[in-house]
């Protein structure tokens, strides 16, 4: 009966009891469960009991996170994802606290001042992703970066204050030792919920997530619908951000940097499916309010709150998981058939190999022979005309990147010499080219890596740590942390390319999972000293020039020639078109998948090792930086986000461009949260400009 229900068009009304019946509310009733268990737990080990006291902290405490989890919600009900939500509540918060006044006037204005803030930044979004048609990842990334920078400004640092009355008014009670009022304003925004989805947008907004082109076809706007989601989904995050302001009494520009992964991993635990068309927000909030249990559970059996952002990446990547292993599921059906075939699948790899490399070059043959016959009439124009699209998305950040350079040297007034500068240049571009190199592979198939921040810095430390500034160490201390990285990367490629889940929700997890493992592995302060070895390729001199720019140039070389002229190369173009399309040619699809994570893992374990070489040590977040930088440089660079189209010479001129306006904003003494907003509107530029891009690889 439930396999019929679920197959029932979803169009045509939706009575409420269907709504709630087992099969469709499954992952509610789990949320549910795990809450009510949690809950139980927390109870039993509290030595006073659980008072109405403990259940207004944990009303508290889950609050915030519970409204911006509803928000999120909507947006993946239609097939999105958002990651402004903890951007938003960061500059709801320094504005609060910096704005609002003692009277009653100023707390009321300030606070619709925030709605409609939160509103304006979802129709920015919902504007640039539903009627400019870009990838809801990458506007929301260039967004969240723009957002910050702008809580940057606003408060450099925590603090600000908001008057008592205002934070009673939102932590007390609603009804006097029976409810709170965190719990009223939840009820509040379920209550919202529920009238959305009884009025024609809810209905709408699952149809679109469901099955767009059909929800198109019955007369839905799929644009209005989803730019409505988009404005709603800012007005809870804004609601959000209100209520931790009342809860801290001050403002702190980075309080929703930690938000991501706990909100994801709430909508996941709530039973909400990435993909579109399942889910709801009264499981998103029992979803937060058992990762609150959760953190109270630890801290009160004496457990480091390290270990927080590790218990929400796993619980992230369960909750994925667990609708997959449904025996009615069809993505159950995959993981079993991915299971058994597994082995199969690895003795098959020489054969699809040879298979697909036939498969290809009988395709091209006809193109190749015209390619012969012009190359013999003119070799320089046929050599132009075939790669003129390709040149006209890899010259642009050449050209920019020149002009850069000018203004650099002519105009900022700067007494250094050409090559110091140059030399400096090319330095500080090896960072930025090796993890780009990394990123843009993994975007060519269609990925995206978000967990390079946490890697870098856990390969540095790592390195750090072991070798203590030893160059005997060194020895085996760089193959193990190259092997580490490379190894991390495998994980998440065969998470996305076998068990076949989200890259963004399996990165993002890793991300917090090797968050909690660094800051556990160091108590919080890294200790060690990069070897001698290391610091003398980063900074000494061969030849007059500094040796890592001789390694930039062969690793330059080199990735262009891996993915141009070698059949991993091409299967890597090949998985990016069409995955469907590759499998039936013999590409082995899963493989290249995992290879190409595995490469970005060993690309961001390189850059891990070279950075501490250049700081001569290892910190916590050295990683940081590289997050939008990596995916900035890919885009600039011409690659489409979408995977199958970009060229590495490209990615590269966009490293040395990013580089180029980061050294003139240096030198221009321009702060890191303008830089970040720069950076943020560049990479919307640049999606923009090559979102129709039909350049042939």
């Not at 723009?146 to 009670?173: C, E, M, R, Y």
């Not at 925004?189 to 947008?201: D, T």
């Not at 946490?454 to 085996?476: E, H, K, Q, R, Y």
């Not at 321009?670 to 560049?682: E, M």
């Amino acid at each position: 009966m439930n396999e019929v229900m679920g197959k029932m068009p979803k169009s045509k009304g939706w009575p409420l009891a269907d709504r709630f019946d087992f099969g469709r509310s499954k992952g509610l009733l789990v949320a549910i469960s795990v809450f009510i268990i949690a809950l139980g737990i927390t109870a039993a080990l509290s030595p006073r009991g659980y008072s109405y006291y403990d259940f207004s902290n944990l009303c508290g405490s889950a609050a915030a996170l519970a409204l911006a989890a509803v928000g999120e919600t909507l947006v993946i009900i239609i097939g999105g994802f958002d990651l402004t939500a903890g951007s938003v509540v960061a500059v709801v918060n320094v504005i609060l606290a910096t704005r609002v006044g003692n009277t009653l006037f100023s707390q009321i204005s300030w606070c619709f001042f925030a709605i409609l803030l939160g509103a304006a930044i979802g129709a920015i979004n919902g504007f640039f992703i539903c009627y400019l048609r870009l990838q809801s990842i990458v506007v929301t990334l260039a967004m969240m970066f723009i957002l910050n920078g702008v809580a940057l400004l606003i408060l450099k640092q925590p603090g600000g204050s908001i008057p008592p009355t205002f934070s009673q008014w939102i932590t007390g009670d609603a009804i006097r030792g029976i409810l709170p009022m965190p719990a009223m304003l939840v009820l509040i925004g379920l209550l919202a919920w529920g009238i959305i989805c009884s009025c024609r947008l809810g209905t709408g907004a699952y149809a679109v997530g469901s099955d767009e082109n059909g929800a198109r076809a019955n007369g839905v706007r799929v644009r209005l619908v989803k730019f409505r989601i988009y404005v709603i989904a800012g007005i809870y995050y804004a609601a959000g951000g209100i209520f931790i302001t009342g809860l801290t009494g001050s403002g702190d520009p980075l309080i929703g940097v930690p938000m991501l992964l706990p909100i994801f991993a709430a909508v996941v635990l709530g039973g909400t499916q990435f993909g579109g068309g399942k889910g709801g927000a009264t499981g998103s909030v029992f979803g937060a309010y058992v990762l609150m249990l959760i953190v109270s559970l630890l801290i009160t059996i004496n457990v480091s709150a390290y270990y927080a952002t590790a218990v929400e990446g796993c619980l992230l990547i369960l909750a994925a998981i667990a609708p997959m292993l449904s025996r009615n599921s069809e993505l159950g059906n995959s993981l079993r058939v991915a299971q058994l075939g597994i082995i199969a699948w690895l003795d098959r790899w020489r054969s699809k190999k040879i298979a697909a490399g036939r498969s290809i070059r009988i395709l091209n043959r006809n193109f190749e022979t015209s390619e012969i016959k012009e190359n013999l009439n003119s070799p320089v124009r046929g050599w132009v005309r075939r790669n003129a699209q390709l040149l006209r998305i890899i010259i642009p950040p050449y050209l920019v990147f020149f002009l850069l350079v000018m203004i650099s040297r002519f105009f900022s007034g700067s007494s250094t010499s050409f090559v110091f500068y140059i030399n400096s240049l090319l330095l500080l571009t090896t960072f930025l080219a090796i993890v780009g190199f990394g990123q843009g592979a993994v975007i060519l198939t269609g990925g995206l890596d978000l967990s390079v921040p946490w890697l870098i810095s856990w390969c540095g430390i790592l390195l750090t740590s072991v070798a203590s500034g030893n160059n005997s160490a060194a020895i085996w201390a760089i193959p193990l942390v190259l092997l580490t990285g490379a190894f991390i990367g495998f994980i998440n490629g065969i998470a996305v390319g076998v068990v076949g889940l989200s890259p963004i929700i399996v990165t993002l997890a890793m991300n917090g999972i090797l968050e909690a493992v660094t800051l556990v592995y160091t108590g919080g302060t890294p200790k060690g000293w990069s070897p001698p070895c290391i610091s003398w390729f980063m900074s000494g001199k061969l030849w007059g020039v500094t040796p890592a720019i001789y390694g930039l140039l062969i690793f330059v070389i080199g990735g262009t020639l891996l993915l141009t002229e070698t059949s991993f190369g091409r299967f890597v173009y090949a998985v990016g078109n069409s995955r469907q399309v590759s499998t039936l040619s013999g590409v082995p699809v899963r493989s290249i998948v995992v290879l190409v994570y595995g490469l970005s893992g060993l690309c961001a374990a390189i850059v891990g090792i070279l950075l501490t070489g250049f700081n001569t040590q290892a910190f916590n977040g050295m990683g940081d930086p590289y997050l939008l930088a990596s995916i900035a440089v890919v885009v600039v660079g011409g690659t489409l986000i979408t995977g199958g189209k970009g060229h590495y010479l490209g990615i590269f001129g966009a490293a040395l461009l990013l580089t180029a306006l980061q050294i003139l904003l240096t030198g221009s003494q321009v702060g890191i949260p303008v830089r970040g907003i720069i950076y943020g509107i560049v990479l919307m530029i640049a999606i923009f400009a090559h979102r129709e891009n039909k350049m042939s690889n």
